[in-house]
C-alpha cells in the first residue's frame, strides 16, 4: 500500500496487505521480505540513516534495517496523521490524528510528546535544526520545539490559502 525508494535510489521498499514490508531492486529483483506484525498503513519513508520505517494501523512504528531486520518497533503512539519526519539528525517526529506530536530518538527511545489539543492530519515538517511544524485540518498550526514546548500557535481561516499579500478563497 505504501511505497518509497532508498537514499540512492537503488532500492524500492514497499507495504502489503499481507503485513509485510518488501525490498526490490531498481531491476525488478526480490531483495528480502520482513513480517511487521501488524496491518500496514501507506506511510513507509526511509531515515538520513537508511533506516526504513512503516507506520502500522495499531499506531505502532517499526524501524527496518536496509537488510530487512527489525531493529525496533515501538507500540501504541496513536494513528498517525502522515508519515514521520526526520530532523537532520536522525531525530523521528511522529503527529497523531489525536493531537500528540512524539519525537523518537533514532535507537527508538521516545524522549517526548507534546500535545496540542487539536487534531492533525498532515505529516510533521521540519523547519530547521530546532523546529517543528504540525497542521490540522480546522486552519490551526503550530511550531513545536525540540523540547516538545509549544512555540506558538495560529488559527488561518481555513476557506482561503495566503500567498504573499494575496487572499485567495478555496
Same mark, same amino acid.
Given at each position: 500500500?505504501?511505497?518509497?525508494?532508498g537514499?540512492?535510489?537503488?532500492?524500492? +521498499?514497499?507495504?502489503?496487505? /499481507?503485513?509485510?514490508? +518488501?525490498?526490490v531492486?531498481a531491476?525488478?529483483?526480490?531483495?528480502?521480505?520482513?513480517?511487521?506484525?501488524?496491518?500496514?498503513?501507506? +506511510?513507509i519513508k526511509?531515515?538520513p /540513516?537508511?533506516?526504513?520505517?512503516?507506520?502500522?494501523?495499531?499506531?505502532?512504528?517499526?524501524?527496518?534495517?536496509p537488510?530487512?531486520?527489525?531493529?525496533?518497533?515501538?507500540? /501504541?503512539?496513536?494513528?498517525?496523521?502522515?508519515?514521520?519526519?526526520?530532523s537532520?539528525?536522525?531525530?523521528? +517526529?511522529?503527529?497523531?490524528t489525536?493531537g500528540?506530536?512524539?519525537?523518537?530518538?533514532?535507537?527508538?527511545?521516545?524522549?517526548?510528546?507534546?500535545?496540542v489539543h487539536?487534531?492533525?492530519?498532515?505529516?510533521p =515538517?521540519?523547519?530547521?535544526?530546532?523546529?517543528?511544524l504540525?497542521t490540522?485540518d480546522?486552519g490551526?498550526?503550530?511550531?513545536v /520545539?525540540?523540547?516538545?514546548?509549544?512555540?506558538w =500557535?495560529?488559527?488561518?481561516?481555513p476557506?482561503?490559502?495566503?500567498?504573499g499579500?494575496f487572499?485567495?478563497?478555496?
Amino acid at each position: 500500500t505504501g511505497i518509497c525508494r532508498g537514499r540512492e535510489g537503488k532500492v524500492v +521498499y514497499f507495504l502489503c496487505e /499481507d503485513r509485510s514490508m +518488501y525490498a526490490v531492486s531498481a531491476g525488478g529483483t526480490p531483495l528480502w521480505k520482513s513480517r511487521l506484525g501488524g496491518r500496514v498503513t501507506s +506511510y513507509i519513508k526511509v531515515g538520513p /540513516d537508511g533506516t526504513i520505517y512503516a507506520v502500522l494501523l495499531d499506531g505502532s512504528l517499526v524501524a527496518v534495517n536496509p537488510r530487512g531486520r527489525i531493529i525496533w518497533k515501538i507500540r /501504541d503512539l496513536g494513528t498517525a496523521a502522515g508519515t514521520p519526519a526526520f530532523s537532520p539528525g536522525g531525530v523521528i +517526529y511522529y503527529a497523531t490524528t489525536g493531537g500528540t506530536v512524539h519525537s523518537i530518538s533514532h535507537t527508538g527511545r521516545e524522549r517526548w510528546s507534546a500535545e496540542v489539543h487539536s487534531p492533525l492530519s498532515r505529516s510533521p =515538517k521540519i523547519l530547521s535544526r530546532y523546529l517543528i511544524l504540525i497542521t490540522g485540518d480546522e486552519g490551526n498550526a503550530w511550531v513545536v /520545539d525540540s523540547q516538545g514546548d509549544v512555540r506558538w =500557535k495560529h488559527t488561518f481561516d481555513p476557506g482561503f490559502v495566503t500567498v504573499g499579500h494575496f487572499r485567495i478563497p478555496m
